[in-house]
T-cell receptor, first 117, second 111 residues
Framework: GAVVSQHPSWVICKSGTSVKIECRSLDFQATTMFWYRQFPKQSLMLMATSNEGSKATYEQGVEKDKFLINHASLTLSTLTVTSAHPEDSSFYIC?????????????FGSGTQLSVL | GDSVTQMEGPVTLSEEAFLTINCTYTATGYPSLFWYVQYPGEGLQLLLKATKADDKGSNKGFEATYRKETTSFHLEKGSVQVSDSAVYFCALSKGYQKVTFGTGTKLQVIP
């Protein structure tokens, strides 16, 4: 089946630095990818929708200047957490859907655990 | 807005025990309901779905019935195995719109 690869699986960084997370669709082209975040004991929340060749669409309350999304190709989207702070420590997951497929054909990466010291 | 509430974990069961993970939802209209499973080190995978009231989704021995009157979609399995140890997410969606997830419930099955 379709696979979405996400790297790194975990990262520890110092406060004030930037961290980049990659999300790749391995065997299909994804014009749209989704980025989610999950804080401990909370729901998996959609942060933004990444659109190939255009600007990402951010959910209400998500700072677009802090969470930079680049969807430069049909198989790669990146999320950069800029000037990370301890409150950004969270579990980040990406997902992608083959074009024209229903929402049930959503494939997920294995997630990135970010810890900001 | 739409929301999904599922029971807190972790849930620890002995092998061959009966499993129920409760899930209720709040949504306008007629959402589709899903259960996703995440095995250690892997991405979320769709486990089963139901698209309208009274539908029963089933897969790998797991079942869930879409109950509109109680706005519920509880996950059940008659006899769990160690290999079922994972995190289970209840979710809803409307058409091509975004998926709304619950908090996830960790299941640990011990031999």
């Amino acid at each position: 089946g379709a696979v979405v690869s996400q790297h790194p699986s975990w990262v520890i960084c110092k406060s004030g630095t930037s961290v980049k997370i990659e999300c790749r669709s391995l065997d299909f082209q994804a014009t749209t990818m989704f980025w989610y975040r999950q804080f401990p004991k909370q729901s998996l929340m959609l942060m933004a929708t990444s659109n190939e060749g255009s600007k990402a669409t951010y959910e209400q309350g998500v700072e677009k200047d802090k969470f930079l999304i680049n969807h430069a190709s049909l198989t790669l989207s990146t999320l950069t957490v800029t000037s990370a702070h301890p409150e950004d420590s969270s579990f980040y997951i990406c997902s992608a859907r083959p074009p024209g497929q229903d929402i049930e054909k959503l494939f997920f990466g294995s997630g990135t655990q970010l810890s900001v010291l | 807005g739409d929301s999904v509430t599922q029971m807190e974990g972790p849930v620890t069961l002995s092998e061959e025990a009966f499993l129920t993970i409760n899930c209720t939802y709040t949504a306008t209209g007629y959402p589709s309901l899903f259960w996703y499973v995440q095995y250690p080190g892997e991405g979320l995978q769709l486990l089963l779905k139901a698209t309208k009231a009274d539908d029963k989704g089933s897969n790998k021995g797991f079942e869930a019935t879409y109950r509109k009157e109680t706005t519920s979609f509880h996950l059940e399995k008659g006899s769990v195995q160690v290999s079922d140890s994972a995190v289970y997410f209840c979710a809803l969606s409307k058409g091509y719109q975004k998926v709304t997830f619950g908090t996830g419930t960790k299941l640990q099955v011990i031999p």
